[in-house]
């Protein structure tokens, strides 16, 4: 076993990140949750405590911590207040059998799950997740706080800005540029660029609505 490491998060997408962690040889140390429901309750076998407990605890003390929620507006919100707090250090987590190129560049509190394929020369911000099975090609640049769902598939030069949702089983065909805050519908197929803040669906996908910023 490696360094040990939380995950923020009690849910469905944080038990998936215990499965990662496990995959690396890293031991799990537990979940921190702000929802008092869960506080003590085993989960996986691993205790859940409070956030405000949990910096009683780790007074003066650095962690590892991974982010396990899937809403970028929260996981963004948790991030900032880490780092307010001083002492955490963010983990990245890369399933065993994910498949990362060459010249990759992965930033901190990512988490790259099971099959997931991330070809050479790709950029991959913070706080970014790549979700099972889903695949970057070559020389993508992902950024920051971005989710990109099971089956996806981005062809090669794709952008994504910041905080942006990728549906499940969508396609984005090579050197489209998605912008921040957008959502990619399920199966959407996108051919051409896509603005900011924009809800896009469809096969060619085209503009539903606009997505109002949240946080």
Not at 94 to 119: C, D, E, L, P
Request: glycine fraction near 16%.
């Amino acid at each position: 076993m490696s360094k040990g490491v939380y995950i923020y998060g009690a849910g469905g997408h944080a038990r998936v990140i215990v499965d990662i962690l496990i995959s690396e040889r890293k031991k799990v140390l537990g979940f921190i949750d702000d929802d008092p429901a869960k506080w003590g309750k085993n989960n996986f076998g691993y205790e859940v405590i409070g956030y405000d407990a949990f910096l009683e605890q780790r007074e003066g003390m650095g962690f590892w911590v991974i982010i396990g929620i899937g809403d970028h507006v929260v996981r963004k919100r948790v991030a900032a207040n880490m780092e307010i707090a001083g002492k955490a250090q963010f983990d990245t987590a890369v399933h065993s059998s994910a498949v990362i190129g060459i010249n990759t560049s992965i930033g901190q509190g990512t988490v790259v799950m099971a099959g997931a394929v991330i070809n050479c020369g790709s950029t991959i911000g913070q706080h970014v997740i790549i979700n099972t099975g889903a695949s970057i090609d070559h020389d993508c640049k992902i950024d920051e706080f971005v989710h990109v769902s099971p089956g996806a598939h981005l062809g090669g030069g794709v952008v994504i800005g910041a905080g942006s949702w990728i549906g499940l089983g969508a396609l984005i065909i090579n050197n489209c540029r998605i912008g921040r805050n957008a959502i990619v519908g399920i199966g959407a197929v996108v051919i051409r660029d896509i603005p900011d803040s924009c809800v896009v669906a469809g096969n060619p996908a085209h503009i539903l609505r606009m997505n109002e910023e949240r946080g």
